[in-house]
């Protein structure tokens, strides 16, 4: 069992195959109970996100601290995101940009944005990884347009390093940051 990364505010909880199953068979009430916290609509919107994250965690169970976890706000139990890395540390893609390191996605829902909750969701897990797992280096994808994105990404030190054509999202800038290192 992946242990849930804690912010101030936030757990930060794996998404596990049968959570993954329990919603895309739409049993809503039995993810959210297997959760331990209320889902906001925008989750269910995510059907292909939710299919390709089981594919993977079946086609390589020990991506599971690394995929995809739950933005759970502590004061309600109400799940307002999604956070995680695209795979494990290392991938060969990353290597021009962060060897070594990972790239990290997250959404927080559209009702719970503008509370600082990317920011403080990012910054938990990059010290999760920095420091538990010795990653050296994080990687942000941001498609020119998104402001506020490119703007938590300053916030936290990341800096542009490039640009690429995503598959699905077209031009997308690059944003690296090395972790620090120990003295």
């Not at 757990?11 to 739409?26: I, S």
């Not at 039995?30 to 939710?50: C, F, K, N, P, V």
């Not at 390709?52 to 309600?76: E, Y």
Request: glycine content about 8%.
């Amino acid at each position: 069992m992946t242990e849930p990364v804690q912010t101030p505010r936030l757990d930060l909880v794996a998404l596990t195959p049968p959570f993954y199953a329990l919603c895309l068979a739409g049993a809503r009430d039995a993810a959210a109970e297997y959760l331990g916290a209320t889902i906001a609509a925008d989750w269910w919107e995510e059907q292909s996100i939710m299919a390709f994250w089981l594919q993977t965690l079946h086609d390589d169970p020990s991506v599971q601290p690394w995929l995809a976890r739950a933005m759970v706000r502590r004061a309600d139990q109400v799940m307002i995101g999604h956070i995680g890395c695209h795979g494990h540390p290392g991938m060969a893609h990353l290597e021009p940009f962060a060897p070594g390191g990972v790239e990290l996605g997250y959404r927080v829902f559209p009702t719970y944005r503008r509370h600082g909750y990317a920011t403080e969701a990012l910054h938990a897990l990059i010290t999760w990884a920095a420091v538990a797992q010795r990653v050296p280096g994080f990687v942000l994808s941001i498609v020119p347009d998104n402001v506020a994105s490119q703007a938590v990404a300053r916030r936290l030190g990341f800096v542009k390093v490039g640009s690429h054509i995503d598959e699905v999202d077209g031009l997308e800038e690059v944003f690296a940051l090395s972790a620090p290192r120990p003295l």
